[in-house]
């Protein structure tokens, strides 16, 4: 309890759902897949990015965990999440989703214990183990039905008007 303590979850289960997705990294390379983990909550400082960059990134990386944007145009984000996983990203953040995240290539990934594709200006296909665990975080972020079965929901509730203004955590950096 003392590591999500400044955490406001909603109820059990994100907390629950959270404590699983700071397992996921350490045995990913057993299961094989493994869905996205999305943490959403309804306004900017609640926490969201905080739990994703601070609590899993240091955990596992020790420094906080980058994030990155998921490319908006669907005909990117094939050879981004290519590029991710050729340049050995293992745990990736993708931060400030809109309201609906929809993407095929994503749902693929989540569900493939393979990468394959053609790299980028070439003709040559790169073929490689899925090792990634993806967070996704966003304010009221939705789904489509193609992700949200690929989804386990972490949602946040702050208790206040402004979590922002709430004093900065231990984990923070």
Known sequence: DELVTDSYFEDQ???????????????RPLIG???LHL??????????????????????????????QFPEKPEERAKWLLSQALDGVTLLHLDNLGDVLDSSNLASLLTSARISDRILGG???????????VVGTGNNTNTSRE??????????VPPMP?????PASSYTH
């Not at 240091?58 to 965990?65: A, E, H, Q, R, S």
């Not at 402004?162 to 709430?166: A, F, G, L, T, Y």
């Open 39 to 68: 943490i959403t909550g309804p306004d900017a400082g609640s926490g969201k990015s905080t739990l994703a960059e601070c609590m899993l990134g240091i955990t596992y990386t020790g420094k906080p965990l980058e994030s990155a």
């Open 13 to 27: 289960a994100s907390r629950a759902n959270f404590l699983g997705l700071m397992l996921t990294p350490m045995v």
């Open 33 to 35: 897949r493994a869905p």
């Open 162 to 166: 402004n979590p922002e203004d709430r």
């Open 147 to 156: 992700i949200a079965r690929r989804t386990v929901i972490v949602r946040l």
């Open 123 to 133: 003709n040559s296909i790169a073929r490689l183990d899925n090792l990634m665990t």
